[in-house]
């Protein structure tokens, strides 16, 4: 069964159009059922119909002619029911309707299941059968899994637009692509494809202007493989029989003019540069592999594969770094945008980002957001390697993108950026005022940084401190770990930036989404294992190394504070403080700096910290919510998965209550208790940590004249009562919805989101 499954889908997934893709689907199923018709019929949502788009057993004509609401037929009972209809005498049913237009006979046997996505009905799969018997459980489950497995396939479909096209009514050429916001904003601009090297999968197509330079590139690449393999033939002579070494005679033919060569070739002649041309090679040949039944000839899948890797290299190598152009306005796509990818781009050139996975609290969204770009996650149906160059504007406040949009939108959108740049005109004179509320509570606002771009941005906004440096942004952008010398410079600027206001430096926080290139973890569940303080406690060379420079950047400047997060236990704090101890001692004893022993604080992250919060309070001078990751592991929502974005909510009743709870305990204990995540840095959620009564709020230089004036226009009193409103209700959708209300009459919704960009993405 799993093998006819796998070749379904393997077929279906290979057709060369959406259309052949469904053909395909219903006469395989109709064959491996051993029934008589299979159907598909797929919702079409402007009249909300179900639409019989492929068949195998009816008239033909009636073949995007015969369609019915939800209300009409079994079809329509299996899409309302969203479950399985398995019937022995369908005809007797009440529900039953005839379609003359099917030529349809007595069919007496049905089963329907629903293709389903996200929630939501896309359409049915149908088998009919002239016998009058029910489909046994192994039959029904075999077209439940088909259809679960399909489900992707027809939602991408959808939204490219597909569906249309075969019903042959579309016209407009916008496509349109639903993801999450990372950073908000709106831009319009042209896609860069980034991909990382040796992925042959994520090499965009680009068209050539030279071909016979593309030619000659692909002629060096193809001798220089050739080479390597001679080489390997050669080195392997004596440990390998010579029917073994065939192996090699065998690749040196596939690389020949009148095999891969040539195919690689007349793909480049048609226009596309080498890179993609190879792709689109290996690619169709991994697809007809892997419809072979014979496994032999699949496991050549590997050797073809083997190659075009080793010609991709090859390729690679001889693409130099400043071939890549990035026009104004760039647009970074990519499968997936890590934060050093987007800090190598050249950012006064780039004016958005959209990645096809990721989730509002990635960490490269987080950079995003501190350095102000627009940027949409987890599109999880982004044909990324066919965007490069295309015009695009970027909704990052519907987390919404719109490839070739129309003049009518390109118009509104332009409207709207004008909006926005008026909205940010007027934040301007909240940069010299106190974070006030009308009835006099002032609100300590700090910033979060990374990159010295973050400092002055900061300055100039009126930080009144760093409430979280991540140092592992600087890590990021080197090739391998920072020396003790070159780290204290990094930290100097920070701390003299700001001196003699606060700077509070987290140790190194790494693991989970937070790669280095030059230490790779590789982990089944990362975001659960080796992470923030676990590694750096696990490697004391790293962690004194950092605190040894931080010690020392703050020489004579006295404004450093020290957090270590991803805290779970009392005894990480205990060795972590135990080791700073140590790098204070080595260095006075070392007297070339002054140093004196730094504030230590506890990021509060993992929910077992919340449970021991008195106990951590104790152990440490101060406590700092880290809300990103503490959403994450109180709602067991990987905050780096499009899949589950929508349960990721900072509005959740778990999450307000549990921060509430950490703030008076925290309290209780005569420490001071902050938070610097992006929770902090929303105007909705700040209005309701100032009424917490935090210390300090720690956020993105772009989100701090928002709060600001925020909470300059929201009575503390008021901030309260909302408060004491929203922690009585049980559901994140009806906080979010009165926390807006209150924005919305107090007339600062528009800091959320512009007015018009609602009504924007209607004009398509
Ligand atoms: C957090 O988890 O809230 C936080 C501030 O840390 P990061 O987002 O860098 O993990
Ligand atoms: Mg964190």
């Known amino acids: 069964m799993l093998e006819i499954l796998r070749r379904i889908v393997q077929e279906v997934d290979s057709a060369p159009s959406f259309q052949a893709a469904l053909d395909v689907l219903v006469a395989s199923v109709r064959e491996a059922t051993g029934t ?8 079409d949502e402007r009249s909300n119909r179900l639409v019989l788009m492929a068949n195998e057993g009816f008239n033909p004509e009636s073949i995007g002619v015969v369609s019915m609401t939800f209300d009409e037929g079994l079809v329509g009972l299996c899409a309302s029911r969203e479950e399985p209809i398995n019937l022995q005498d369908a005809a007797t049913h009440p529900r039953y309707r005839y379609f003359p237009e099917t030529g349809e006979e007595r069919y007496n046997a049905f089963l329907g299941v629903p293709i389903m996505n996200r929630r939501k009905v896309l359409g049915v799969l149908v088998v009919q059968q002239r016998e009058n018997r029910r489909f046994d459980e192994g039959e029904v489950a075999f077209m439940v899994t088909l259809s679960a497995q399909l489900s992707g396939v027809v939602a991408h479909a959808k939204v490219l637009g597909q569906l249309e096209v075969v019903r042959g009514s579309r016209t407009a050429q916008t496509q349109i692509y639903q993801g999450t916001t990372g950073a908000t904003g709106v831009t319009l601009g042209r896609a860069v494809v980034l991909y990382p090297p040796a992925d042959l999968d994520q090499v965009p197509d680009r068209s050539v202007d030279d071909v016979d330079a593309e030619l000659a590139l692909l002629q060096q690449a193809l001798e220089a493989v050739r080479e390597d393999v001679r080489a390997l033939d050669e080195r392997m002579a004596d440990s390998l029989m010579p029917e073994e070494r065939a192996l090699f005679d065998v690749y040196l033919r596939m690389l020949d003019d009148n095999a891969l060569g040539g195919e690689i070739a007349e793909r480049i002649e048609a226009g596309n540069w080498a890179q993609g041309a190879l792709r689109e090679v290996i690619d169709e040949h991994m697809q007809n592999f892997a419809l072979m039944d014979d496994p032999y000839l699949r496991e050549r899948m590997s050797d073809v594969r083997d190659l075009g890797l080793r010609l991709l290299s090859q390729l690679q190598q001889q693409e130099t770094e400043d071939t890549r152009e990035f026009p104004e306005n760039s647009i970074l796509v990519g499968e997936d945008i890590s934060t050093a990818m ?3 781009a050249p950012l006064d050139r780039v004016s958005g980002v959209v990645a096809a996975t990721g989730a509002a609290n990635s960490h490269m969204a987080i950079v995003a957001r ?15 390697t066919s965007l490069d160059d295309a015009e695009m504007i ?21 409207d709207i950026i004008k909006e926005e740049q008026q909205l940010v005109a007027g934040l301007d004179a909240y940069k010299q005022r106190d974070a006030m509320t009308p009835d006099g509570r002032r609100v300590a606002l700090h910033v ?16 009144e401190g760093v409430g979280l440096y991540r140092s592992e942004i600087p890590f990021m952008l080197r090739e391998r770990f920072p020396g003790e010398e070159e780290q204290r410079q990094i930290y100097r600027q920070q701390l003299e930036a700001f001196a ?67 805290v779970t236990t009392v005894s990480e704090v205990e060795d972590a403080v135990a080791l700073i101890h140590r790098a204070v001692a080595e260095l006075q004893e070392e007297n070339e700096f002054e140093v004196t022993l730094p504030r230590i604080g506890v990021m509060i992250e993992v929910p077992a910290t919340i449970i021991q919060i008195a106990d951590l309070a104790r152990h440490a001078d101060f406590v700092s919510i880290g809300s990103n990751d503490l959403t994450q592991y109180l709602l067991a929502v990987d905050r780096n998965n499009a899949r589950v974005a929508g349960l990721y909510s900072q509005y959740h009743p778990a999450v307000l209550r549990a921060v509430r709870y950490v703030v008076s305990e925290v309290h209780r204990a005569g420490k001071t208790v902050s938070i610097c995540g992006e929770m902090a840095g929303d105007p909705g959620t700040a209005i309701l940590l100032m009424a917490m009564g935090f210390d300090m709020l720690s956020m993105s230089a772009s989100n701090l004249l928002k709060v600001r004036k925020t909470i300059c226009h929201v009575p503390m009193e008021r901030a309260e009562a909302l408060l004491n409103r929203v922690l009585a209700f049980d559901k994140p959708e009806t906080v979010r919805a009165e926390v807006e209300a209150e924005l919305s009459e107090l007339g600062l919704i528009d800091l959320i989101r512009p007015k018009s960009t609602a009504a924007a993405a209607t004009a398509t």
């Open 36 to 43: 008589e018709v299979c159907s598909v019929y797929l919702l």
């Open 370 to 384: 501190a350095l102000g770009i627009p940027t949409v996650v987890g599109v999880s149906d982004l044909p990324v």
């Open 500 to 566: 003699p206001r606060p700077v509070t430096m987290r140790t190194l926080d790494i693991g989970g989404d937070k790669d280095l290139p030059y230490f790779p973890i590789e982990e089944d569940n990362p975001a659960l294992g080796w992470r923030g303080i676990r590694i750096t406690l696990d490697h004391p060379e790293i962690f004194m190394v950092q605190v040894r420079a931080m010690l020392k950047a703050a020489s004579g400047l006295n404004n450093l504070q020290i957090l270590l997060p991803m």
């Open 394 to 414: 970027v909704d990052a406040y519907l987390g919404r993108v719109f490839v070739q949009p129309s003049r009518v939108l390109r118009k509104r959108y332009k």
């Open 448 to 463: 979060n940084t990374g990159l010295m771009a973050d400092v002055a941005r900061a300055k100039d906004r009126g930080a």
């Open 342 to 344: 987007l800090l190598e």
